[in-house]
């Protein structure tokens, strides 16, 4: 029996402009996982960075933070079993052309900073971004 936890995923600008998101997030439910917390929202220059902090530094962190504050984003809360990593696998790799298909970048995406979806990769990265993402949300 796997133990319940809790992630986050992001539905990013370019899904989001191309009607997605129910398709998206239809998945998880789908899967099981129960939506938690849900909020539409377009980041901040500011709030993007903080978000993508990890990635500081790396020479595709500018196009990221650009991209990801170019519209709005919906930002899920998933719970259920061995959520980080099961969902992790559902959003498949993150050049979205190499993702298998059955997977939503596999199947949505041919992109890699518009790869369609963020997922939390850890437990640590879950509670860091799920803060950055909702900070000051009503609710
Ligand atoms: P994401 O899962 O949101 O995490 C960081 C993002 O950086 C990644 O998806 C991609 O959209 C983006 N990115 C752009 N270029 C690269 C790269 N060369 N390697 C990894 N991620 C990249």
Redesign the pocket.
């Known amino acids: 029996m796997s133990t319940s936890e809790e992630t986050l995923v992001v539905v ?1 600008p370019d899904a989001v402009r191309r009607g997605l998101v129910g398709d998206i997030l239809k998945r998880f439910e789908a899967k099981g996982f129960s939506i938690v917390r849900l909020r539409m929202t377009t980041m901040t220059k500011a709030q993007a960075e903080e978000f ?1 902090e990890v ?1 500081r530094g ?1 020479p ?1 962190f500018g ?2 933070v650009a991209f990801i504050s170019s519209g709005p984003v919906v930002g899920a809360v998933l719970s259920g079993g061995d959520a980080v990593a099961c969902v992790r696998r559902m959003v498949g790799a ?1 050049k979205s052309w190499e993702a298998e298909a059955g997977t939503i970048r596999g199947d949505f995406g041919l992109g ?4 369609v979806i ?2 939390s990769d850890s437990p640590d990265s879950f509670r860091k971004e799920s803060s950055t993402f909702f900070r000051n949300a009503a609710g």
Not at 112 to 115: G, I, K, Q, Y
């Open positions: 990013k993508y990635h790396k595709f196009d990221l993150t890699l900073t518009d790869n963020h997922a």
